[in-house]
């Protein structure tokens, strides 16, 4: 009964999440309670969500993706600092007319020069920009004129658009341009930036708060809600009592539990988007000790295929998230539409996994409840973060489920810094963890491809290499034909998850709490920020915060000068 | 001399930790490994761990504690902001934690073997078993979402803080003060109540004290002029030894209420790798600590007139 009317509230919740915006003049303020603090706020320097968030709303991109997500040449974009743009004849080069009337926040023009000069930086590899992997088919970017910036592509490729739009907010060149680029992340300049998007920044109290207001002379017009704010503590649970007493407006985690207390409260609702996340168990497949071995456990591929068929996925996705999350396909989301949701899965009969185990040779020998082959037994460390609830629940309970196989499993909780060392070092047996995916879904290139097994800094940490999955891969990639995408990409999948190098576990629900105050027009899967020029709040509706004095006007980020004696060293 | 050893270990300790400010504040995979090593050699983490220290120590005789890498602001300007409110709070629990915890002993020893005196005993032994974070978690629900009366956390309104006026600000700080201290005073009254109670009780069946009886004193003031002031003295050596466990309560009390002191940049700090964040809170900590006791030797000798005449 509970179950049934938890469903009720979240479709209830869903369909007040994707409402359109009521008529309602500029004003109100938007206060989002987080549970984390912004490293820096320049996009590509930011390694932190938060400050992605912010630095989404200070700076623009030369168009915006759509709420599908279509990643497949650029129907599905919309105009923002380019307001036109016209492809080449052979495809190879896209040229964007810069809007005129765009203007960053200290009031000088957006040029071409601009995207041009946000192109080099990112590619350059002392920024650290999360796109500097992904940017390896734009060959360069060129400004013949102060209002146009021509994309220049290696070769053609169904996501040529959303490379040259996506991955790049863009910069203004007269701020940085004086600048090593490597010197960034330490600058004033980084906490204070300069943007040109619809909000401008106004201050950041560390460990407090950050303030944007909205810039009433933008180009693409002023947004609806005078100012967004965000309300910082390190501590998850301050951060959803924040919420939950109405100290914020919003709330972009919720679990569970705090769902279940949201129900006593008729002013709060909930929002879910499509995910973008999922997570799993991986498995090492080299020897952690010499990676020029095969893992003497799971370096085995029957042997892998058993643990998958001794997890009841099922169980533990409900037991952890309750209805909040769906198990997981394998190495992609429900949200692609590349992504077949039926995809066929190891099934779990602990029956045939125990039988499997015992062809292998592993067998309990002297009854203790662990098969040994060899003398060895069947043990492994699942190394888990101590800070995530989530995985650290899914690690007891696999846990759990593998000793009915007889397998032993020790959890080792660690602390995240520990743990993302463990897994850049390939220090590992099992690691639970969790990706959170880009609206491209060739980003399991680097996650699951070979490349990305065998680069030094790649992100493929268990070592799976399997160049049947890899040709599907770069096939669907290259593929424009829809259908034909879809069928490779699921080839692709099919062939990671019969080789089973991890376990694949939850595809959470991104479960989202906001004040029925505010309108919420629109949550974008990639961004639920995305739309916040357009969110508002009903003047009947405001409280005293809504109220607030106009900003002040822009001042720049203290000069170098001004904090003499206080640089990084 | 002291405080050069805390540095020494604070700083070898925190290097031992896996991962360094670069791994910790970077934790985006698709930031190279190239790129976090150029910043390794940019802050000179690739040199040996003595040579770092010893650099460490050469700029700490300068007075230069760093440069914060998760604050990207100098060591001294971070722990400027914290060290106030930690000591606000601290100061405000110490003399709160005392006043109360002393008058509980008072009433206890009046009405020695009652009700109240069991109650009271209770409480504190209950406060006093209580992990500080718990309460801390008990009384945020508690006062800021079942009967929100009190704002969440932090120290001032994010929101509103910046548009008041001097009356209203001075308000909203302390309507943000009131359950970080209420927490850490509660917790720390247990200990002195106990303490209190105890020392009374000791120097109640003292000669004096029957003297005083004798010359037909009342209950109340024997207690007030004669056993109190005696009973003092111990109580005023916890107060060199609260400054710690005052200190290490702050630290999670900090964390709950998002209270921006030193305790909550310090784990912060820990949780980044921000060495030099880490190292210098711990030093201006161990002063603090060193201050507090150098402050309750001077009030022990001014209470007891026999250290007085020497």
């Known amino acids: 009964m509970a179950t049934l009317r938890f469903a009720a509230l979240i479709l209830l919740a869903a369909c007040v999440g994707t409402e359109g915006p009521a008529p309602s003049s500029s004003g109100g303020t938007l206060v989002i309670s987080a549970g984390a603090t912004p490293d820096v706020l320049i996009p590509g320097v930011t390694a932190s969500g938060l400050g992605n968030q912010i630095s989404d709303l200070v700076f623009d991109r030369l168009a915006e993706i759509g709420d599908s997500l279509n990643i497949v040449g650029d129907r599905g974009f919309t105009p923002r600092l380019a307001d036109r743009w016209s492809w080449s004849a052979d495809s190879l080069s896209i040229a964007f007319h810069v809007n005129p009337r765009a203007r960053w926040h200290d009031g000088q023009p957006v040029r071409a020069e601009d995207v041009r000069f946000t192109f080099e930086s990112n590619r350059d590899s002392t920024m650290g920009s999360s796109a500097f992997a992904l940017l390896g088919n734009v060959d360069s970017v060129t400004a013949p004129d102060s209002a146009t910036a021509v994309f220049w592509f290696r070769s053609r490729a169904p996501q040529q658009f959303y490379d040259a739009v996506y991955l790049m907010p863009i910069l203004p060149a007269h701020i940085w341009r004086d600048k090593p680029v490597a010197s960034w992340r330490a600058s004033a300049e980084a906490r204070a930036p300069v943007g040109s998007g619809r909000y401008r920044f106004v201050r950041w109290t560390p460990r407090s708060s950050v303030e944007l207001a909205a810039d009433t002379m933008n180009y693409f017009g002023a947004p609806k809600l005078n100012r967004v704010i965000w309300s910082l503590s390190s501590d998850f649970n301050t951060a959803v009592t924040r919420f939950l007493s109405g100290e914020a407006d919003f709330f972009e985690a919720l679990r569970p539990e705090n769902v279940s207390a949201i129900r006593n409260l008729p002013q709060v609702r909930i929002a879910q988007t499509k995910g973008l996340q999922y997570s799993f168990a991986q498995l090492n497949l080299r020897d952690p000790a010499n990676r020029a071995r095969p893992h003497p456990v799971f370096g085995d591929r029957e042997l892998r295929r058993a643990l998958t068929m001794a997890v009841d996925r099922g169980a533990i996705v409900r037991s952890v998230y309750d209805t909040l999350a769906f198990p997981a396909l394998g190495p992609t989301t429900r949200m692609y539409t590349t992504t077949d949701p039926n995809l066929p899965q190891i099934p779990f009969d602990l029956a045939r996994a125990r039988a499997t185990l015992d062809?292998?040779?592993?067998?309990?020998?002297?009854?203790?409840?662990?098969?040994?082959?060899?003398?060895?037994?069947?043990?492994?460390a699942v190394t888990v973060p101590g800070s995530s609830t989530a995985r650290v629940?899914?690690?007891?309970?696999?846990?759990?489920?593998?000793?009915?196989?007889?397998?032993?499993?020790?959890?080792?909780?660690?602390?995240?810094?520990?743990?993302?060392?463990?897994?850049?070092?390939?220090?590992?047996?099992?690691?639970?963890?969790?990706?959170?995916?880009?609206?491209?879904p060739g980003s399991v290139r680097q996650s699951w491809g070979t490349a990305g097994s065998r680069a030094r800094d790649g992100s493929n940490y268990g070592s799976y290499e399997s160049p049947v999955f890899d040709a599907y891969i770069d096939s669907a990639l290259a593929a424009f034909d829809v259908p034909a995408r879809r069928a490779l990409f699921t080839k692709a999948y099919r062939t990671i998850i019969e080789d089973a190098p991890a376990i694949w576990l939850a595809e959470p629900i991104?479960?989202?709490?906001?004040?029925?105050?505010?309108?919420?027009?629109?949550?974008?899967?990639?961004?639920?920020?995305?739309?916040?020029?357009?969110?508002?709040?009903?003047?009947?509706?405001?409280?005293?915060?809504?109220?607030?004095?106009?900003?002040?006007?822009?001042?720049?980020?203290?000069?170098p000068a001004d904090t003499a004696g206080r640089k990084a060293p | 001399m002291i405080v050069a050893f805390v540095a020494a270990i604070s700083f070898a300790l925190i290097h031992l930790a896996p991962g360094d400010p670069f791994s910790a504040a970077m934790d985006n995979p698709s930031v190279s490994d190239a790129v976090r090593e150029n910043l390794r050699v940019q802050y000179g983490f690739d040199r040996p761990l003595p040579e770092q220290f010893a650099r460490y120590i050469s700029q700490l005789a300068r007075g230069e504690l760093g440069w914060s890498f998760s604050h990207n602001r100098p060591v001294r300007d971070v722990l400027a902001h914290a060290v106030p409110n930690t000591l606000l709070l601290m100061s405000i629990a110490l003399i709160a934690s005392f006043a109360l915890g002393i008058l509980v002993a008072v009433v206890q020893v009046t009405r020695r073997g009652s009700t109240t005196d069991g109650v009271l005993s209770g409480l504190s032994l209950l406060f006093l078993s209580m992990p500080d974070f718990w309460l801390a978690i008990l009384a945020l629900l508690t006062f800021t979402y079942w009967l929100p009366v009190f704002p969440?956390?932090?120290?001032?309104?994010?929101?509103?803080?910046?548009?008041?006026?001097?009356?209203?600000?001075?308000?909203?700080?302390?309507?943000?003060?009131?359950?970080?201290?209420?927490?850490?005073?509660?917790?720390?009254?247990?200990?002195?109540?106990?303490?209190?109670?105890?020392?009374?009780?000791?120097?109640?069946?003292?000669?004096?004290?029957?003297?005083?009886?004798?010359?037909?004193?009342?209950?109340?003031?024997?207690?007030?002029?004669?056993?109190?002031?005696?009973?003092?003295?111990?109580?005023?050596?916890l107060i060199g030894l609260s400054f710690p466990a005052l200190l290490t309560g702050a630290v999670f009390i900090e964390r709950v209420f998002a209270w921006p002191g030193m305790g909550y940049a310090l784990v912060n700090a820990i949780e980044s790798r921000d060495y030099p964040l880490v190292v210098g809170s711990v030093i201006i900590g161990s002063v603090m600590v060193m201050l507090g006791s150098f402050l309750a030797d001077m009030l022990y000798a001014w209470a007891d007139p026999r250290l007085r005449a020497g």
Do not use: C
Not at chain 1, 526 to 538: K, L, R, T
Not at chain 2, 172 to 189: I, S, Y
């Open chain 1, 359 to 380: 062809s292998l040779g592993w067998r309990d020998a002297d009854g203790d409840g662990t098969r040994e082959r060899n003398g060895r037994p069947l043990k492994f």
């Open chain 1, 393 to 440: 629940r899914m690690a007891v309970l696999i846990q759990e489920q593998l000793r009915q196989a007889g397998v032993k499993v020790d959890v080792e909780q660690t602390d995240f810094r520990v743990f993302l060392d463990k897994m850049r070092r390939r220090a590992f047996d099992v690691v639970i963890s969790g990706l959170q995916t880009q609206p491209s």
């Open chain 2, 152 to 237: 969440v956390g932090g120290a001032v309104d994010p929101v509103m803080h910046e548009y008041m006026g001097l009356g209203g600000r001075i308000l909203d700080r302390l309507k943000h003060l009131v359950l970080p201290a209420l927490t850490l005073t509660l917790l720390a009254a247990a200990t002195v109540a106990r303490h209190q109670r105890a020392a009374l009780l000791d120097v109640l069946p003292s000669d004096y004290i029957r003297t005083a009886r004798l010359k037909g004193l009342t209950e109340r003031a024997i207690l007030r002029r004669h056993a109190l002031r005696n009973a003092t003295l111990p109580i005023i050596s």
């Open chain 1, 510 to 559: 991104p479960t989202l709490g906001y004040h029925s105050r505010l309108q919420v027009a629109g949550m974008r899967p990639d961004a639920w920020w995305a739309h916040i020029g357009e969110w508002s709040i009903p003047e009947d509706k405001r409280i005293p915060r809504d109220n607030l004095p106009a900003a002040a006007p822009f001042s720049p980020a203290p000069s």
